[in-house]
């Protein structure tokens, strides 16, 4: 049941860290699309195929983690280190493969990167530390439980 936990966790952080930069970067802010190579238009539809997506992740990660509360299978520690593994997975990615590899979009266009950019990868950082770190210590638990 431990993957489980570390799958619904995972699930949940890139379907909230999809969200988020959807919701603020893309819609409130209008600082970049998913895919900003194209139109405008372009970008919208990609927009909206990422908001997809990130609900799909969201609404599995939402069934397993019901199937594991009725099933007592519920690792608190195991589950939060998979979330904030997988929301700064995710934002890791997309600030350094998105971004910079294969440059389908900036965090910013009309201001210096160089801020955003490190503020961008260094939440990620620390969010997927703070993951490692909880996984770590519920396979400790785990472990010596057993």
Known sequence: MNRRNVLSGLLLGVGIAAFIDETVFHQLL????????????????????FHAVGMVATVAALFLYADLRRRRAFAAHIWWGGLLTGAGGFQLYDGTIQHKVLRLHQIRYDAPLAPYDWT???????????????????RRATTTAA
Not at 40 to 47: E, F
Not at 122 to 129: G, S
Request: charge should be negative; aromatic fraction near 10%.
């Open 120 to 138: 961008w990868n260094v939440i990620a950082v620390l969010l997927l530390a703070g993951g490692v770190v909880l996984l770590a210590q519920g």
């Open 30 to 49: 209008h600082w970049h699309h998913f895919y900003d190579k194209s139109t405008p238009a372009a970008g919208l539809v990609s927009d909206g195929i």
